[in-house]
């Protein structure tokens, strides 16, 4: 089975932080991304990474940076962390190619206070 | 953006027939999915269906496509409490790497 895994599932920081989301799939896919859920909103593509060192902007991605260093780990940063990112952040992975499924991890629920 | 459409609320007896509707956009998306979402939870791929399919069956999930109307439909049979959960709507963009729409999710609540 394919296991993508998220660092952690809650996350507590303070406003102004940088914040570090830790993503690792185990199926040498391709491709990664990561999104937010709000209520109301559904999922929302913040960044996505077709290869290594390769990235695209998606819908949101003011405030967010990401960094693909090697194939099975994406990371998305909070360069400077605000109120209104708290959010639940989920990543996925798929292979390469047009339309193969992702494959989502469990999420990290982060609260900025 | 395009659009992916789903009803927000289902309500459901234990035991009856489920049916969750979408429409989508895009006439020329390869693939369409339907994911699941318990509380707390990341998003579970449920099933998919390539577009020159018309009906996908996988135990008590249905899935009917109709590409006239772009009109996708899951169909869960025998509901059980456990299927209580948001289920998404997703079809495949066409020339993008790999990115998915999403429609906004249906709450389907499962009573006794």
């Known amino acids: 089975d394919v296991k993508v895994t998220q660092s952690s599932r809650y996350l507590v920081k303070r406003t102004g932080e940088k914040v570090f989301l830790e993503c690792v799939q185990d199926?040498?896919?391709?491709?990664m991304f990561w999104y937010r859920q709000d209520p109301g909103l559904g999922l929302r593509l913040i960044y996505f990474s077709y290869d290594v060192k390769m990235k695209e902007k998606g819908d949101i991605p003011e405030g967010y940076s990401v960094s693909r260093e090697k194939k099975e780990r994406f990371s998305l940063i909070l360069e400077s962390a605000s109120t209104n990112q708290t959010s639940m952040y989920l990543c996925?992975?798929?292979?390469?190619?047009?339309?193969?499924?992702?494959?989502f991890g469990d999420g990290t629920r982060l609260s900025i206070l | 953006g395009e659009d992916v459409e789903q009803s927000l609320f289902l309500s459901v007896r234990e035991g009856d027939s489920s049916v969750i509707n979408c429409t989508y956009t895009d006439s020329s998306s390869t693939y369409l999915y339907w994911y699941k979402q318990e509380p707390g939870a990341g998003l579970q791929l449920l099933t998919y269906?390539?577009?020159?399919?018309d009906m996908k069956q996988d135990q008590r999930l249905t899935v009917l496509l109709n590409k006239k109307d772009k009109h996708l439909s899951l169909r869960i049979a025998d509901t059980q409490t456990g299927d209580s959960a948001i289920y998404f709507c997703?079809?495949?963009?066409?020339?993008?790497?790999?990115?998915?729409?999403f429609g906004a999710g249906t709450q389907v609540v499962v009573t006794p």
């Open positions: 269906i390539f577009s020159n399919m």
């Open positions: 199926m040498d896919h391709e491709n």
């Open positions: 996925a992975s798929s292979h390469g190619g047009q339309g193969p499924p992702q494959h």
């Open positions: 997703a079809e495949s963009i066409s020339d993008s790497w790999g990115k998915l729409q």
